[in-house]
């Protein structure tokens, strides 16, 4: 644990991965519970379109993530809302329109390899300075929408139907949400990279949707374990001079396992005793 005081770029790399477990926690929450992995994934892989585009006209990835990434969660928003029979089909085209459109800008960018490895796996370790106050700026803007609009998130997001009843404008918190999901997909795309994002938005809030089934709750636990495997996952990393985001991912990936058989043997036991 010393090289962590050590060394400047490792301390840059812990900053970024609990900012960004941050965002994940609490969106992640959401998307556990709604059901949207796949939804998410198709935004998370449209990203690498505007990061291309972004790449091959001069300008900042990172904003050419984050333009394709709401583009992308309002149009799948839209499909969703519209066109829900074929919803599944239609955003998986989007998923690999938005990377093949990506690749091919890439392609026609000097020094495309590099890049195009780091945005699909992450590079957590070249973080810069700049980059985590950019994070940090996208923190404040989820968490400070999903604590104003806290409850009617929280509606939209177990029951439309009675939302709706109650006056809730359904259709515009929900594309609000996928939104934020957007701006959660463009914090995690630094550390563990476009492929891997789902698994990182996912993994933590599962785990303590385990244990936990109250919205509050299961955010900070699942920031928390985001924390804790981002954490472990950097040290490891560079303890056996591996991948960070896979490392990250394989972390995140055993605990939940393990998780789920303990969960699942702790429910079969309590059940056993109820009915014996």
Request: with cysteine.
């Amino acid at each position: 644990m010393d090289a962590f005081l050590e060394y400047g770029f490792l301390q840059t790399a812990l900053a970024a991965g609990l900012l960004a477990s941050i965002g994940c926690g609490v969106m992640g929450s959401y998307v556990v519970v709604k059901r949207i992995g796949y939804m998410a994934g198709g935004i998370s892989h449209s990203v690498l379109a505007g990061m291309g585009a972004a790449l091959f006209f001069g300008f900042s990835p990172m904003l050419g993530a984050l333009i394709a990434a709401l583009v992308a969660a309002l149009f799948i928003g839209w499909i969703k809302l519209r066109w829900q029979a074929q919803e599944d089909t239609l955003i998986g085209a989007m998923w690999a329109i938005g990377m093949s459109i990506g690749v091919l800008f890439i392609s026609r960018t000097p020094g495309y390899s590099t890049d195009l490895m780091s945005y699909l796996f992450g590079n957590i370790l070249l973080v810069s300075r700049s980059q985590l106050w950019e994070m940090a700026a996208l923190n404040v803007l989820v968490i400070g929408m999903v604590l104003a609009f806290y409850r009617q998130f929280l509606a939209v997001s177990f029951d439309e139907e009675f939302a709706r009843l109650r006056g809730v404008p359904v259709n515009f918190f929900y594309l609000l949400f996928l939104c934020l999901v957007a701006l959660t997909v463009v914090l995690l795309v630094q550390v563990v990279g476009l492929i891997l994002v789902i698994a990182l938005l996912t993994l933590p809030a599962a785990i303590a949707g385990h244990y936990i089934h109250t919205m509050g709750r299961m955010m900070i636990l699942a920031s928390g374990l985001g924390m804790v495997f981002t954490s472990v996952g950097i040290w490891l990393s560079y303890v056996l001079d591996m991948p960070t985001g896979a490392i990250i991912i394989l972390v995140a990936g055993s605990c939940y396992l393990l998780s789920a058989l303990f969960s699942q043997w702790w429910r079969e036991r309590h059940s056993g005793s109820t009915a014996s």
